[in-house]
């Protein structure tokens, strides 16, 4: 974070599409403020030849954003980013990245979609495929559109995922991220872990979680133990229990180690990312 900096940063990105409409405005209405920076970042294709809707093309997203940001906030503590994508670069997001590194941001916000996806298509858009292989990172992805002023409790519910094993933290990254976003006062958090059995090692691993969340000053936090189902994979059940559980969840966390599975369609996280029904805070572990 810059010297003048007081809290976080924040990179959104903009395509002038649904989920990108949804991630700025939850960024203002839950993640923002007072003091905080934010980079509003599109990366614009450099096919000239390809139709772009009107209110996706750069000149109009420039225009909306710096018509919202010139009422609310100082000029320092904004900034648009208006940049090409740069020749040899696969996908966007890598110009995205660079951008984000450069400006040591907190976190990046992304639309689980963009304008040019098919939603209907139970797939990870190159972009976010992109972003798990690479991306170092946390980034929230947004799925739908969860305000705490549209909420009975004036707070939203954030499900950590932990790993049972005390000797294995992943889960600390995403929690102490999301600890940075959390209303204390009214936002439910919520510690689960997957298992067979409840043991002494895995008591330890809620006592733990607990600990962080008083002497973080949340005022309303519990765990859950979820008896393992061997018939769907972990990323699976996660989904399952956010989906159809009888708690409304609003926010995951993960913390999830890059480089341990060969395969990332392996990793628990990609299930979690496809299937369930709300917005994820993916927080990889760095390894380089």
């Known amino acids: 974070m810059d010297q003048n900096q007081s809290k976080n940063s924040w990179c959104v990105t903009i395509d002038g599409s649904k989920f990108s409409n949804y991630g700025w405005e939850m960024t203002l209405e839950n993640l923002l403020k007072g003091g905080d920076q934010i980079y509003i970042v599109h990366i614009s294709s450099n096919d000239d030849s390809r139709v772009i809707p009107y209110e996706s093309q750069p000149l109009t997203l420039k225009s909306k954003y710096e018509t919202i940001c010139k009422g609310k906030y100082p000029p320092l503590n904004y900034q648009i980013i208006l940049e090409k994508r740069s020749k040899g670069n696969d996908h966007a997001l890598e110009d995205l990245y660079r951008i984000a590194k450069s400006k040591n941001v907190t976190c990046i916000v992304m639309g ?161 990312i496809k299937i369930a029904i709300t917005n994820v805070l993916f927080c990889p572990l760095k390894t380089n």
Not at 117 to 139: C, D, F, H, T, W
Request: hydrophobic share 35%; charged share 25%.
């Open 112 to 272: 689980f979609q963009g304008h040019k996806a098919n939603v209907e298509k139970k797939e990870l858009s190159k972009g976010i495929q992109y972003m798990i292989q690479n991306i170092r990172i946390p980034v929230l992805i947004v799925k739908e559109l969860t305000l705490r002023k549209e909420s009975d409790t004036k707070g939203l519910n954030w499900l950590i995922c932990c790993n049972p094993s005390r000797n294995s933290r992943t889960y600390l990254n995403s929690l102490k991220v999301a600890l940075t976003q959390i209303d204390k006062q009214h936002d439910m958090v919520i510690g689960m872990t997957i298992t067979k059995y409840q043991t002494a090692e895995k008591m330890l691993v809620q006592e733990d979680f607990e600990n962080i969340c008083k002497e973080s000053g949340i005022k309303n936090c519990s765990f859950r133990y979820v008896l393992d189902d061997k018939s769907f994979s972990i990323g699976q059940q996660v989904a399952n229990y956010v989906n159809f559980g009888e708690e409304r969840i609003d926010f995951v966390g993960l913390g999830y180690p890059i480089g341990k599975y060969e395969n990332v369609d392996d990793a628990p996280a990609i299930n979690i």
